[in-house]
Structures are given as structure tokens and as C-alpha cells.
């Protein structure tokens, strides 16, 4: 059994709820749309999943929106950058609103002791862009 299935606290975080703490960061964050898929999950049903390629680096980011398309809808996320890896994905995951995807199996005791729920610099800018473009 998976760590995230084992540990679920609350079902996934609203999109509005990431948005939260978006710092000014994003502004300076590159981006670049690269595709759109539907597909469904067995526990909550039919998504949509944006990707993107963001920052300097090419990191691969993620975004699906569960459910009618807004922004309370439950979302999912993740990014392939080290910040998302080692600060924010164990704390997500406990919402199930990422996995533990090629990640350590544990909290980020270091980087984020009090486990304060955010997103990186990338996921941060996906989720500008959604809003923006597609009014999510």
C-alpha cells in the first residue's frame, strides 16, 4: 500500500486553495503549454491534465482538474524540479493532491519542519496560466 493511500487526510485540494500562497516568483517563471488529455479516475471520476514545460530547465509540470471545470474543482499536481521534490510533495500528498512519484518516502523534516502546504515556482505559473487562459 502506498504511503499517500495510507495517510489521506482530506480528499484533494481546490485549485483556488494552491493558489494561496503564490509568491511573486511566477512572474519570471517561463512557461510553455504543451498538451491537454481527458481521461477518468476511478475515485474521482473523469479529469483533464494540462502539461507544461517551465523554467530555464524544461521541468515537466502537471495540472488535472477533477470534476466541473472551475476553481473550487479538486486538482492534482506535480512538477519534476527538486523544490517540488524534496519541500512540497510529501505535504500534498497527504491531501492526495499529488504522489510520491519518484520521491523519498519521507517528510521534508528540512526544508519544510512545520509541513506548510504550497506549490513551486512552476506549478505556481500552470496555475497562473490556467486562470488565466482557460478561467480556472
Same mark, same amino acid.
Given at each position: 500500500? +502506498? ?34 488529455? +481527458? ?32 476553481? +473550487? ?64
Amino acid at each position: 500500500m +502506498r504511503l499517500s493511500q495510507t495517510l489521506l487526510l482530506e480528499r484533494p485540494m481546490a485549485l483556488y486553495q494552491l493558489r494561496r500562497n503564490i509568491g511573486s516568483e511566477v512572474k519570471q517563471t517561463a512557461i510553455t503549454y504543451k498538451k491537454e488529455r +481527458r481521461a477518468t479516475n476511478a475515485k474521482y471520476g473523469k479529469f483533464r491534465e494540462f502539461s507544461f514545460e517551465t523554467g530555464e530547465e524544461g521541468y515537466n509540470t502537471r495540472v488535472r482538474v477533477y470534476g466541473q471545470q472551475s476553481s +473550487r474543482s479538486p486538482a492534482w499536481v506535480h512538477c519534476t524540479c527538486p523544490n517540488f521534490r524534496y519541500v512540497w510533495d510529501w505535504v500534498l500528498t497527504q491531501r492526495e493532491t499529488s504522489d510520491l512519484y519518484r520521491t523519498r518516502n519521507k517528510p521534508p523534516d528540512v526544508r519544510n519542519p512545520q509541513r506548510k502546504r504550497g506549490v513551486c515556482k512552476h506549478v505556481a505559473a500552470a496555475l497562473e496560466w490556467l486562470k488565466k487562459e482557460r478561467g480556472l
